[in-house]
């Protein structure tokens, strides 16, 4: 169950309720259903409705991501910057996005990970602690970024960092 906001327990902004909410969250993250399928199950949420007047949640997926876009995530502000590729052209044929720039948006991955760190959802449920797993066949198994080479790596490393021994 999500926390109650700092604006009170029925402020369920950017949504205009909890079934939208819900919604978004289950079509989103649980499902991960496509852009295409959203549409046609709003389209037949619309048809079912609108003998009564009344429109669905959403009107099609990009109102579903403009919305999940536009939810406050803590402090952290939404950030962009431009780039263009400045690279090597061919000589034969010049590839559009060669020539385009493209806008990146983000928000300040420091940031938010010290955020979800101080957030009380998260108490007791994440373990920040690198693990190598490994099955009967000794094959490694990956499961979260946790589990990963780098991670280990750096892990083993920083005691040797601190030391002032480098190799």
């Given at each position: 169950?999500?926390?109650?906001?700092?604006?009170?327990?029925?402020?369920?902004?950017?949504?205009?309720?909890?079934?939208?909410?819900e919604?978004?969250?289950?079509?989103?993250?649980?499902?991960?259903?496509?852009?295409?399928?959203?549409?046609?199950?709003?389209?037949i949420?619309?048809?079912?409705?609108?003998?009564?007047?009344?429109?669905?949640?959403?009107?099609?997926?990009?109102?579903?991501?403009?919305?999940?876009?536009?939810?406050?995530?803590?402090?952290?502000?939404?950030?962009?910057?431009?780039?263009?590729?400045?690279?090597?052209?061919?000589?034969?044929?010049?590839?559009?996005?060669?020539?385009?720039?493209?806008?990146?948006?983000?928000?300040?991955?420091?940031?938010?990970?010290?955020?979800?760190?101080?957030?009380?959802?998260?108490?007791?449920e994440?373990d920040?602690?690198?693990?190598?797993?490994?099955?009967?066949?000794?094959?490694?198994?990956?499961?979260?970024?946790?589990?990963?080479?780098?991670?280990?790596?750096?892990?083993?490393?920083?005691?040797?960092?601190?030391?002032?021994?480098?190799?």
């Amino acid at each position: 169950m999500p926390r109650d906001s700092d604006r009170g327990p029925h402020d369920w902004s950017p949504y205009n309720n909890r079934v939208e909410f819900e919604l978004a969250d289950f079509l989103f993250r649980q499902n991960q259903m496509s852009a295409g399928d959203i549409n046609s199950l709003l389209n037949i949420w619309a048809a079912t409705l609108a003998p009564h007047g009344d429109d669905p949640p959403f009107r099609n997926h990009t109102d579903l991501y403009n919305t999940i876009d536009s939810t406050p995530i803590g402090d952290v502000p939404w950030e962009s910057f431009t780039v263009k590729y400045d690279g090597v052209h061919p000589d034969d044929e010049r590839l559009a996005w060669m020539d385009t720039e493209f806008e990146v948006w983000f928000r300040n991955p420091k940031q938010l990970i010290e955020h979800m760190i101080a957030n009380p959802d998260f108490n007791g449920e994440f373990d920040c602690s690198p693990f190598q797993e490994y099955d009967i066949n000794d094959n490694h198994r990956f499961c979260n970024f946790m589990s990963g080479d780098w991670v280990w790596k750096q892990a083993v490393c920083i005691p040797f960092i601190i030391a002032g021994i480098t190799h």
